[in-house]
């Protein structure tokens, strides 16, 4: 696994839903508010770049959402997210969705095992879809802690 460091300000700012991963069950919670954000997204034809990004935070919280192109009407009920990392693990995944959860544990695992301290949110982004589930692409990203630098006093 070839997990990259990155220490370059990414900014996502999603708009979609958020829920509770009742009885840690993420996917489910995950596609519900996916479904929710899209029907709206195509009921108001809002221009978009088509990729899922489903965001794990803290306390179980979930949130599936997209970049959308312009600010959408507050009146439609759309969540924003905007997410700031300026320290995280960065993975590729190529291959079935069912392979992520081992992939994300994998990567995180990895990160560790080489002193990295992981932190939450963790984000999938989705490519585009294509039915050749060996072809799909899934960007993961997980926070990690900056390190905190101790000056002595001379």
């Given amino acids: 696994m070839n997990v990259e460091i990155i220490q370059k300000d990414l900014i996502l700012n999603i708009y979609g839903f958020s829920g509770i991963a009742a009885n840690k069950d993420y996917a489910g919670t995950a596609f519900k508010l996916m479904d929710k954000m899209w029907q709206i997204v195509k009921s108001n034809n809002l221009k978009n770049k088509g990729l899922n990004t489903w965001v794990y935070e803290q306390d179980h ?24 990392l300026t320290k ?39 490519g585009h879809w294509t039915d050749d589930d060996t072809k799909l692409e899934t960007e993961l990203l997980v926070s990690l802690e900056q390190e905190s630098c101790v000056m002595e006093q001379a």
């Fill in 61 to 84: 919280k979930v949130f599936a959402g997209v970049e959308l192109n312009d600010i959408p009407d507050p009146g439609m009920g759309l969540e924003q997210n905007i997410i700031t």
């Fill in 88 to 126: 995280y693990g960065y993975y590729k995944h190529i291959g079935s969705y069912s392979l992520l959860k081992q992939a994300g544990q994998n990567m995180i695992d990895e990160l560790r095992s080489k002193g990295y301290k992981t932190t939450l949110p963790y984000i999938e982004i989705y």
